[in-house]
C-alpha cells in the first residue's frame, strides 16, 4: 500500500518560512520522481516544484522560483520543500505527489500516480 504523508504545514506571517516533509512507504522511492502542488479555495490545482529521482534534476514554478526549495533524502523516503519569503498568495494546501521516474520532469498532475493527503499552509498579510 502506497501512503504519502506531509507535514510541516501551519500559520506564518508574510515573509516567514516554512518547511514541508513528505514521506513516502509502499513504493521504491528512489525510483520515483516527486512533486509539490497546491491548492488554493476555488482554484485549480497548481505545480509548484518537482525533482528527480537522484536528486539532481529539479523544475519550479515561475510564481515560487528563488523562494522554493525542493530536495529529497533517497535514505528516509523523504522529499522536502523549503519555503521562504512567503506570501500571502502561496497559502493553499500543498501535496506531495510521486511519478516513476521516466524522461524529464513534469509539472502536470494527470502524470503523478500517487498523491499524498495534504498539509495547510496560510500566510497571513
Known amino acids: 500500500q502506497v501512503q504519502l504523508v506531509e507535514s510541516g504545514g501551519g500559520l506564518v506571517q508574510a515573509g516567514g518560512s516554512l518547511r514541508l516533509s513528505c514521506a513516502a512507504s509502499?513504493?521504491?522511492?528512489?525510483?520515483?520522481?516527486m512533486g509539490w502542488f497546491r491548492q488554493a479555495p476555488g482554484k485549480e490545482r497548481e505545480f509548484v516544484a518537482a525533482i528527480s529521482s537522484s536528486g539532481g534534476d529539479t523544475l519550479y514554478a515561475d510564481s515560487v522560483k528563488g523562494r522554493f526549495t525542493i530536495s529529497r533524502d533517497n535514505a528516509k523516503n523523504t522529499v522536502y520543500l523549503q519555503m521562504n519569503s512567503l506570501k500571502p498568495e502561496d497559502t493553499a494546501v500543498y501535496s506531495c505527489?510521486?511519478?516513476?521516474?521516466?524522461?524529464?520532469?513534469?509539472?502536470?498532475?494527470?502524470?503523478?500516480?500517487?498523491w499524498g493527503q495534504g498539509t495547510q499552509v496560510t500566510v497571513s498579510s
Open positions: 505527489a510521486a511519478r516513476f521516474n521516466i524522461g524529464t520532469l513534469r509539472s502536470s498532475p494527470y502524470l503523478y500516480a500517487y
Open positions: 509502499g513504493i521504491a522511492f528512489s525510483n520515483y520522481a
